[in-house]
Nanobody, 122 residues
Framework: QLVELGGGLVQAGGSLRLSCAVS????????MAWFRQGPGKERAFVAF????????YYSDHVKGRFTISRDNAKNTVYLQMNSLKPEDTAIYYC?????????????????WGQGTQVTVSS
């Protein structure tokens, strides 16, 4: 089970930090990611991290502004979002997977959180 926290309303240029706590014995993933879905848009990849090595990968839309990290002891993944823009407004989803495949594709992830709303006002 994945539980996201930390969404909210922020002005453009502001910051938010999302967290995703992993619980339950059924989860055996090797990597985590954040996706987002804006109004009227498809779910889109944001950032990716591996549990063991901490390797990361970002969408070009957020590179340099967002940082994904993980705390293995707490089984938690974070997304620090800085310099937020109105176009970052979306529902943000945490996702986990245990297999391979292209990490930017949502269908390669087996575990999903319920989503948390992020709204950036201009």
């Amino acid at each position: 089970q994945l539980v996201e926290l930390g969404g909210g309303l922020v002005q453009a240029g502001g910051s938010l930090r999302l967290s995703c706590a992993v619980s339950g014995r059924t989860f055996s993933g090797n990597a985590m990611a954040w996706f987002r879905q804006g109004p009227g848009k498809e779910r889109a990849f944001v950032a990716f991290i591996t549990w063991t090595t901490g390797d990361t990968y970002y969408s070009d839309h957020v590179k340099g502004r967002f940082t994904i990290s993980r705390d293995n002891a707490k089984n938690t993944v974070y997304l620090q979002m800085n310099s937020l823009k109105p176009e970052d407004t979306a529902i943000y989803y945490c996702a986990g997977r245990s297999g391979g495949g292209i990490w930017t594709i949502a269908s390669t992830y087996s575990y999903w959180g319920q989503g948390t709303q992020v709204t950036v006002s201009s």
